[in-house]
């Protein structure tokens, strides 16, 4: 219907294809999460029988495109048929869209450049497209009026798998509408360009770089400055990269944005006789310049996705005690203290850790 089969579209950061049986494990976990279903009208699938039957209804037609960033789905991206009363537009070929993505996913722009790459597809071979949300959806609203949707009209409809009438308004992209992602008094969206990829013998420069520039914005204030001097030291991170990049074990990581390297990640089975089924984020980096901004949530669910393909049903890392800023940003991914401390660098560091089964690996059972 669409024209999407044996066909693969690339954007900045994401690729699209038809929905496919691999998408299966990593869409599971996302169905399952409230606030990512229910403001798309359903409740969280709760069974793997319940999975199969909505994974059915939603690929039968070859209608459902999976939304992948590298090699992992994070959403999708549905188009149906649509009818209007709207007497400009009844005659026209119309389609309805929807779309949904994980929550660890969100607000890092991936709706928007799904939507601007998407729709302009769509208008290759579709007269207009609907898209809908409820009313009080704030973030929908800007999505889909960031790229270009007008609005059509308001509606009420029960739902019955939330069972409740919600108000629903409904907004229209047309082929003679302003160009996707110019709407009125609005700039052209811009999506940055995340790539991350192992690291390799030759990179121990920029690794040292990035760790060295990231510990002193970050632990200026938790380890003495003495201390905090000496491990700086670009020279001597270097030469302790250099080793590390030799070691197969250690699994390195490289996370660049729009071209210019930003980021690292290193991870491999834990170093303290916890069981073969834990792995240990040893450390994730970031320039300070661009903290805020979802690249460190980047690497980080890259990292724990590797995890779970090598077999670790636990991830274990530590945080010095003090570093609030890094406790919030693990606790949000779903890490919790064990009440394990030690003293690393003249300060108190905290034992954190998640079951990697619980979300991501569960979904391997279907």
């Not at 990512?36 to 709760?46: D, E, I, L, S």
């Not at 037609?61 to 999708?76: K, P, S």
């Not at 204030?221 to 250099?242: F, G, N, S, V, W």
């Amino acid at each position: 219907m669409i024209g999407m089969e044996n066909r693969t579209i690339h954007s900045k950061n994401l690729t699209f294809r038809l929905l496919r049986q691999e998408d299966k494990p990593f869409l599971y976990p996302i169905l399952q999460e409230p606030e990512t279903t229910r403001p798309a009208g359903f409740p969280p699938v709760q069974t793997e029988e319940a999975f199969e039957r909505f994974w059915n209804d939603l690929t039968q037609y070859n209608t459902a495109v999976a939304i992948l960033l590298e090699d992992r789905c994070i959403g999708y991206y549905h188009v149906h048929k649509y009818r209007t009363d709207n007497p400009e537009l009844k005659d026209k070929q119309c389609v309805g869209i929807g779309f949904l993505i994980g929550r660890h996913y969100c607000r890092r722009g991936f709706g928007t450049e799904t939507l601007l790459t998407m729709d302009a597809f769509l208008l290759e071979r579709f007269d207009c497209i609907f898209a809908d949300y409820f009313s009080e959806n704030a973030a929908s609203r800007k999505t889909i009026e960031k790229c270009g949707f007008r609005f059509d009209e308001n509606y009420e409809m029960f739902f019955k798998g939330l069972g409740e009438q919600k108000q629903v308004v409904s907004n229209v992209l047309t082929r003679q509408m302003p160009a996707a992602g110019k709407p009125e008094g609005q700039s052209e969206v811009e999506v940055p360009t995340v790539i991350i990829r192992d690291a390799v013998p030759g990179d121990e420069k920029v690794l040292a770089f990035i760790q060295t520039q990231s510990w002193k914005a970050a632990f200026r204030d938790l380890i003495p400055a003495d201390t905090l001097t000496r491990l700086t030291d670009c020279q001597k991170a270097e030469e302790m990269y250099a080793r590390v990049l030799k070691k197969p074990e250690i699994r390195v990581a490289l996370e660049s944005v729009d071209g210019k390297p930003h980021g690292i990640t290193a991870w491999s089975k834990n170093r303290f006789d916890l069981g073969d089924d834990t792995a240990e984020l040893i450390c994730i980096h970031s320039l300070p310049g661009d903290w805020g901004r979802g690249f460190g949530s980047t690497m980080l669910e890259r990292a724990v996705g590797e995890m779970i393909r090598a077999g670790f049903n636990w991830v274990i890392l530590w945080v010095f005690a003090e570093n609030s800023r890094a406790r919030r940003f693990y606790e949000k991914h779903g890490f919790s203290l064990t009440g394990k401390t030690q003293t690393a660098y003249g300060a108190e560091e905290v034992m954190y850790e998640k079951r990697l089964i619980r979300e991501e690996a569960a979904a391997g059972r279907i």
